[in-house]
């Protein structure tokens, strides 16, 4: 007999309580998911009530409940859109026949695989922000931050329950393993690079929500075309929250940036030295901060060249970005794309077949996405008079995967010499230097309504709740 009740402990649309093989699964898992969140999950703050939003169902009254709870106690469910009656396959070989319900023998391994690398990274995320906490801006940040971390938490679920559900033994060892690689580990490291880089600092998380939860969004958005349909629901269910990831993070870069041009109008100055006497971070040094997440970012694509995304498309598995929208024959053989190469020293574009060059159009699509919020940071910069600029640095730029990542590019775009590289770098990329006086600035900020220095404080607060609400309560 089961002493769980389970729509009221995994709020779920998935009709949970019918389901005898699911339950005993999760059952399993669902204690080494919480021991998994105890031990990575924010460090410090299992006892804090948080004023956290939940989803208790997809329609749009349901899905945000906002409340007071332990992290530990928040109830992480299992949601999938609604089924679209007669829904159809509309891209790549499968065109146009029903989609599946059920996993096809045929693609099985290559939809596992995807299942996993996504699952992967979203408690990877929640790793890398752990001590966070301790240096928290503000109530209301540390509380966007806890939202995003159970928010992770619960897409980790979500790919779980299609593991659960839909693989067998085998899936149930993958949803394991979820559980046992560790970001940054050299042993048992997460499946992809910018998942095992540090968030050290408040700059870095808003950048990391800006930057890689946006890549998040596009992998969501390609797979919610998905032929196999529990993975387009459940993916589209995720976007909902996604949307608030990346809120926060456009939002924290922007009250950093404003608060450090109030600080450059007050002194009437740019000069960094007195800047940082200030207490603000400068702009040059945000600057080198998005170089960095912006490129490793970009890398999460994969290679410009890739017949895994071919397969991964022509089998339906994966969609583009708003496939649905694009006006061409959804199979794509006889098209092409170009992607970058080096040839006598120069970035040249060659045309490649567009099934293999997938992964550069999603990156491509990604990019144009994420040049708007820097706009809007500039706009920042240009209303309180000042002349800098923020800019996206050259896509070839600092890669580490592909054919672009065995030369030296410039932000702008140009290929260079390693002595050019090395004589630069600290003018690209945030420098130990850099990390170290943002680090300095990371003190804990915890009263009501408080902020720290180097930080505005947000236009209004979580839920229409004012700015100096109790949004954590600690115990
Ligand atoms: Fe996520
Ligand atoms: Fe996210």
Not at 35 to 54: A, C, H, I, K
Not at 333 to 342: E, G, H, R, S, W
Request: proline share 4%; aromatic share 10%.
């Amino acid at each position: 007999m089961s002493s769980i009740n389970y729509s009221e402990k995994i709020p779920n649309n998935v009709n949970l309580s019918e389901d005898r093989t699911l339950q005993r699964a999760l059952e399993q898992w669902q204690p080494n998911y919480l021991s998994w969140w105890n031990d990575m999950g924010p460090e410090g703050s299992q006892n804090f009530d948080v004023y956290l939003r939940t989803a208790t169902s997809v329609d749009p009254q349901g899905w945000a409940q906002f409340g007071h709870v332990k992290m530990p106690d928040y109830r992480w469910g299992i949601f999938l859109n609604p089924a679209e009656a007669g829904r159809k396959i509309h891209f790549g070989d499968h065109i146009g026949q029903d989609v599946w319900q059920d996993v096809p023998g045929e693609h099985r391994a290559n939809l596992r695989r995807i299942i996993v690398t996504q699952g992967d990274t979203e408690p990877a995320s929640v790793e890398q922000q752990r001590h966070l906490g301790l240096t928290c801006p503000s109530q209301y940040d540390l509380r966007n931050l806890f939202q995003v971390n159970v928010e992770e938490g619960r897409h980790l679920w979500a790919m779980v329950y299609l593991l659960h559900k839909h693989f067998g033994r085998d899936g149930r060892e993958e949803a394991e393993a979820l559980l046992e690689r560790r970001s940054g580990e050299q042993d048992n490291p997460r499946i992809l690079g910018a998942f095992n880089e540090k968030t050290p600092d408040w700059l870095s998380f808003y950048m990391f929500t800006y930057f890689t939860d946006r890549d998040g969004k596009f992998q969501l958005c390609a797979l919610a075309e998905s032929g196999f349909d529990p993975l387009a629901r459940t993916t589209r269910f995720m976007l909902t929250e996604e949307a608030h990831h990346m809120f926060v993070g456009e939002s924290g870069v922007s009250r950093v940036i404003q608060r450090t041009c109030d600080m450059m109008n007050q002194l009437k100055t740019d000069d960094v030295s007195k800047l940082r006497a200030a207490g603000v971070i400068d702009l040059p040094t945000i600057q080198r901060y998005l170089n960095f997440h912006f490129s490793v970012t970009i890398d999460l694509f994969g290679a410009d060249e890739s017949s895994n995304a071919a397969t991964f498309y022509s089998s339906g598995l994966k969609g583009r970005f708003e496939e649905g929208k694009r006006m061409d024959d959804h199979v794509l053989k006889n098209d092409t794309y170009k992607v970058l190469q080096v040839s006598n020293g120069k970035l040249v574009e060659k045309d490649v077949p567009m099934l293999n060059a997938l992964n550069e159009v999603l990156r491509d699509d990604y990019i144009k996405d994420s040049v708007g919020g820097v706009d809007r940071w500039n706009k920042v910069i240009e209303k309180a008079g000042l002349d800098f600029r923020l800019k996206v640095p050259h896509k070839a730029f600092n890669r580490k995967i592909g054919p672009l990542s065995t030369v030296h590019i410039s932000p702008d775009g140009r290929v260079i010499s390693e002595s050019e590289w090395n004589a630069n770098v600290d003018q690209w990329l945030a420098t130990d230097e850099d990390r170290a006086y943002v680090a300095s600035l990371m003190g804990r900020v915890v009263e009501p309504g408080k902020f720290a220095n180097w930080i505005a404080p947000p236009i209004m607060g979580i839920n229409r709740q004012p700015v100096n609400f109790d949004y954590i309560r600690f115990n």
